[in-house]
Protein backbone atom coordinates (compact mmCIF):
# COMPACT_ATOMS: atom_id res chain seq x y z
CA UNK A 1 0.00 0.00 0.00
CA UNK A 2 0.86 3.50 -0.76
CA UNK A 3 2.53 6.04 1.92
CA UNK A 4 2.04 9.27 2.16
CA UNK A 5 5.42 10.69 2.44
CA UNK A 6 8.03 7.83 2.88
CA UNK A 7 7.28 5.09 0.68
CA UNK A 8 10.37 2.86 2.16
CA UNK A 9 9.13 3.21 5.70
CA UNK A 10 6.26 1.06 7.03
CA UNK A 11 4.99 2.79 9.40
CA UNK A 12 1.88 4.00 7.29
CA UNK A 13 0.07 4.83 10.27
CA UNK A 14 1.98 7.26 11.43
CA UNK A 15 2.56 9.00 7.94
CA UNK A 16 -1.12 9.05 7.52
CA UNK A 17 -2.13 10.66 11.02
CA UNK A 18 0.82 13.45 9.97
CA UNK A 19 -0.58 13.69 6.61
CA UNK A 20 -4.45 14.85 7.92
CA UNK A 21 -2.65 16.78 10.63
CA UNK A 22 -1.21 19.11 8.32
CA UNK A 23 -4.01 19.29 5.82
CA UNK A 24 -6.75 19.41 8.57
CA UNK A 25 -7.24 23.34 8.64
CA UNK A 26 -8.25 23.13 4.69
CA UNK A 27 -9.70 19.76 4.32
CA UNK A 28 -13.74 20.54 4.14
CA UNK A 29 -12.98 22.90 1.82
CA UNK A 30 -10.90 20.91 -0.44
CA UNK A 31 -12.73 18.15 0.17
CA UNK A 32 -16.04 19.93 -1.24
CA UNK A 33 -14.21 21.97 -4.20
CA UNK A 34 -12.25 19.00 -5.66
CA UNK A 35 -14.93 17.02 -5.73
CA UNK A 36 -17.41 19.43 -6.78
CA UNK A 37 -19.86 18.49 -3.95
CA UNK A 38 -20.71 15.80 -5.27
CA UNK A 39 -18.76 13.48 -2.20
CA UNK A 40 -22.18 14.70 -0.46
CA UNK A 41 -24.41 12.84 -2.23
CA UNK A 42 -21.73 10.02 -2.52
CA UNK A 43 -22.75 9.72 1.57
CA UNK A 44 -26.16 10.64 0.96
CA UNK A 45 -26.68 7.13 -1.36
CA UNK A 46 -24.38 5.59 1.42
CA UNK A 47 -26.77 6.19 4.26
CA UNK A 48 -30.01 5.62 1.80
CA UNK A 49 -28.77 1.91 2.09
CA UNK A 50 -29.15 1.59 5.85
CA UNK A 51 -32.11 2.61 6.36
CA UNK A 52 -33.78 -0.94 5.86
CA UNK A 53 -31.56 -1.51 9.25
CA UNK A 54 -32.59 1.48 11.33
CA UNK A 55 -29.22 1.40 13.54
CA UNK A 56 -29.47 3.00 16.92
CA UNK A 57 -25.74 3.30 17.50
CA UNK A 58 -23.85 4.11 14.53
CA UNK A 59 -19.73 3.86 14.40
CA UNK A 60 -18.03 6.18 11.87
CA UNK A 61 -14.72 5.40 11.23
CA UNK A 62 -12.06 6.94 9.75
CA UNK A 63 -14.35 10.32 10.76
CA UNK A 64 -12.13 12.98 9.60
CA UNK A 65 -14.46 16.13 10.37
CA UNK A 66 -17.27 14.32 11.37
CA UNK A 67 -19.03 14.68 7.79
CA UNK A 68 -20.56 10.71 7.24
CA UNK A 69 -21.12 10.78 10.75
CA UNK A 70 -23.86 14.09 10.13
CA UNK A 71 -24.81 12.32 6.80
CA UNK A 72 -25.71 9.72 8.91
CA UNK A 73 -28.60 11.63 11.09
CA UNK A 74 -30.98 11.02 8.21
CA UNK A 75 -31.53 7.70 10.17
CA UNK A 76 -32.35 9.48 13.26
CA UNK A 77 -29.90 6.82 15.10
CA UNK A 78 -29.99 7.53 19.25
CA UNK A 79 -26.13 7.95 18.80
CA UNK A 80 -23.44 8.03 16.49
CA UNK A 81 -19.36 7.89 17.77
CA UNK A 82 -16.73 8.68 15.32
CA UNK A 83 -13.15 7.81 15.35
CA UNK A 84 -10.12 9.15 13.94
CA UNK A 85 -6.54 9.07 14.17
CA UNK A 86 -5.70 12.42 13.85
CA UNK A 87 -5.63 14.94 16.17
CA UNK A 88 -6.26 17.60 14.29
CA UNK A 89 -9.00 16.58 12.05
CA UNK A 90 -10.87 15.58 15.23
CA UNK A 91 -10.21 19.08 16.28
CA UNK A 92 -11.78 20.84 13.70
CA UNK A 93 -14.69 18.21 13.26
CA UNK A 94 -15.94 18.81 16.62
CA UNK A 95 -15.87 22.64 16.03
CA UNK A 96 -18.45 22.39 13.76
CA UNK A 97 -20.55 19.67 15.30
CA UNK A 98 -20.44 22.01 18.42
CA UNK A 99 -21.29 24.66 16.15
CA UNK A 100 -24.46 22.69 14.25
CA UNK A 101 -25.40 22.04 17.71
CA UNK A 102 -24.88 17.96 17.39
CA UNK A 103 -22.39 17.28 20.24
CA UNK A 104 -25.35 15.71 22.69
CA UNK A 105 -25.75 12.70 19.69
CA UNK A 106 -22.48 12.78 17.70
CA UNK A 107 -19.22 12.41 19.70
CA UNK A 108 -15.76 12.25 18.10
CA UNK A 109 -12.78 10.55 19.62
CA UNK A 110 -8.95 9.85 19.11
CA UNK A 111 -8.63 5.87 17.93
CA UNK A 112 -7.06 3.66 15.95
CA UNK A 113 -9.10 1.95 13.46
CA UNK A 114 -7.16 -1.08 13.73
CA UNK A 115 -7.56 -1.67 17.10
CA UNK A 116 -10.75 -0.43 18.23
CA UNK A 117 -11.31 0.07 22.04
CA UNK A 118 -15.02 -0.53 21.64
CA UNK A 119 -16.15 -4.08 23.18
CA UNK A 120 -17.06 -6.69 20.96
CA UNK A 121 -20.91 -6.15 19.53
CA UNK A 122 -21.39 -2.90 20.49
CA UNK A 123 -22.79 -0.95 17.32
CA UNK A 124 -25.71 -1.97 14.63
CA UNK A 125 -23.67 -0.18 11.84
CA UNK A 126 -20.84 1.47 10.98
CA UNK A 127 -19.63 3.79 8.35
CA UNK A 128 -16.60 4.19 6.69
CA UNK A 129 -16.06 7.17 3.89
CA UNK A 130 -12.85 7.45 2.02
CA UNK A 131 -10.70 5.98 5.00
CA UNK A 132 -10.05 2.35 4.33
CA UNK A 133 -7.48 2.50 2.15
CA UNK A 134 -5.80 4.47 4.31
CA UNK A 135 -5.26 1.38 7.02
CA UNK A 136 -1.88 -0.01 7.61
CA UNK A 137 -3.69 -3.22 7.87
CA UNK A 138 -6.69 -3.67 5.81
CA UNK A 139 -7.54 -7.09 6.86
CA UNK A 140 -7.07 -6.33 10.46
CA UNK A 141 -9.07 -3.12 10.26
CA UNK A 142 -11.75 -4.57 8.29
CA UNK A 143 -11.70 -7.56 11.21
CA UNK A 144 -12.20 -5.57 13.78
CA UNK A 145 -15.59 -3.61 12.12
CA UNK A 146 -16.45 -7.38 12.19
CA UNK A 147 -15.68 -7.71 16.22
CA UNK A 148 -17.54 -4.20 17.46
CA UNK A 149 -20.69 -5.17 14.81
CA UNK A 150 -23.57 -6.91 16.55
CA UNK A 151 -25.09 -10.05 14.83
CA UNK A 152 -27.22 -8.50 12.11
CA UNK A 153 -25.38 -5.35 11.59
CA UNK A 154 -24.60 -3.87 8.63
CA UNK A 155 -21.21 -2.01 7.36
CA UNK A 156 -21.63 1.49 4.69
CA UNK A 157 -18.05 1.77 3.02
CA UNK A 158 -17.47 4.57 0.66
CA UNK A 159 -14.27 4.39 -1.27
CA UNK A 160 -12.78 5.60 -4.68
CA UNK A 161 -12.46 3.12 -7.72
CA UNK A 162 -11.12 3.47 -11.03
CA UNK A 163 -13.65 3.40 -13.84
CA UNK A 164 -13.48 1.63 -17.05
CA UNK A 165 -15.51 3.58 -19.09
CA UNK A 166 -13.85 5.86 -21.53
CA UNK A 167 -13.70 8.61 -21.91
CA UNK A 168 -14.80 9.04 -17.77
CA UNK A 169 -11.61 6.93 -17.12
CA UNK A 170 -9.10 9.39 -19.27
CA UNK A 171 -10.33 12.26 -17.47
CA UNK A 172 -10.72 10.63 -13.75
CA UNK A 173 -6.89 10.09 -14.14
CA UNK A 174 -5.90 13.32 -15.96
CA UNK A 175 -7.76 15.10 -12.42
CA UNK A 176 -6.29 12.70 -10.28
CA UNK A 177 -2.75 12.66 -11.47
CA UNK A 178 -2.03 16.60 -12.22
CA UNK A 179 -5.19 18.97 -11.34
CA UNK A 180 -5.51 17.74 -8.05
CA UNK A 181 -2.25 18.15 -7.01
CA UNK A 182 -2.16 21.48 -7.87
CA UNK A 183 -4.88 22.82 -6.31
CA UNK A 184 -4.03 20.73 -3.20
CA UNK A 185 -0.63 21.89 -2.71
CA UNK A 186 -1.81 25.68 -3.35
CA UNK A 187 -4.33 25.60 -0.78
CA UNK A 188 -2.85 22.91 1.65
CA UNK A 189 0.33 23.90 1.30
CA UNK A 190 1.32 19.97 1.54
CA UNK A 191 1.66 18.85 -2.27
CA UNK A 192 2.07 15.24 -0.96
CA UNK A 193 -1.01 14.75 0.48
CA UNK A 194 -2.67 15.27 -2.81
CA UNK A 195 -0.03 12.94 -4.81
CA UNK A 196 -0.54 10.16 -2.15
CA UNK A 197 -4.57 10.30 -3.04
CA UNK A 198 -4.00 9.12 -6.80
CA UNK A 199 -1.18 6.69 -5.68
CA UNK A 200 -3.54 4.87 -2.84
CA UNK A 201 -6.77 5.05 -5.04
CA UNK A 202 -4.56 2.68 -7.87
CA UNK A 203 -3.29 0.15 -5.31
CA UNK A 204 -6.66 -0.39 -3.33
CA UNK A 205 -8.63 -3.54 -4.01
CA UNK A 206 -11.70 -2.13 -5.46
CA UNK A 207 -14.73 -3.85 -6.86
CA UNK A 208 -14.82 -7.74 -6.46
CA UNK A 209 -11.19 -7.71 -5.13
CA UNK A 210 -12.18 -5.76 -2.10
CA UNK A 211 -15.67 -7.76 -1.90
CA UNK A 212 -13.94 -10.86 -1.78
CA UNK A 213 -11.21 -9.40 1.21
CA UNK A 214 -14.47 -8.24 2.98
CA UNK A 215 -16.25 -11.75 3.18
CA UNK A 216 -12.58 -13.18 3.52
CA UNK A 217 -13.12 -11.93 6.94
CA UNK A 218 -16.38 -13.06 7.43
CA UNK A 219 -18.95 -10.60 5.89
CA UNK A 220 -21.94 -12.04 4.38
CA UNK A 221 -24.52 -10.72 2.08
CA UNK A 222 -22.33 -7.63 0.29
CA UNK A 223 -22.90 -5.68 -1.88
CA UNK A 224 -21.35 -3.48 -4.60
CA UNK A 225 -22.62 -0.30 -5.64
CA UNK A 226 -20.90 2.10 -8.18
CA UNK A 227 -21.50 5.53 -8.30
CA UNK A 228 -20.62 8.72 -10.86
CA UNK A 229 -19.88 6.17 -14.10
CA UNK A 230 -17.34 3.99 -11.24
CA UNK A 231 -15.64 7.07 -9.72
CA UNK A 232 -16.66 6.02 -6.30
CA UNK A 233 -18.03 2.62 -4.86
CA UNK A 234 -20.59 2.14 -2.41
CA UNK A 235 -19.78 -1.30 -0.47
CA UNK A 236 -22.73 -2.53 1.93
CA UNK A 237 -21.86 -6.09 4.12
CA UNK A 238 -23.95 -7.58 6.83
CA UNK A 239 -22.28 -9.75 10.05
Known amino acids: MANPYNPNEKNKKEQVSNMFNAIAHRYDFLNHVLSVGIDRLWRRRAVNNLKKYNPHNILDIATGTGDFAIASLRLKPEKITGVDISVGMLQYGNEKIAKKGLSHIIK ?132
Open 108 to 239: LKQGDSENLQFKTESFDAITVGFGVRNFENLEKGLSEMLRVLKLGGVVAILEFSKPTALPIKQLYWFYFKHILPTIGKLFSKDHRAYTYLPESVEEFPYGKEFESILIKVGFQNTKIIPVSFGIATIYIAEK
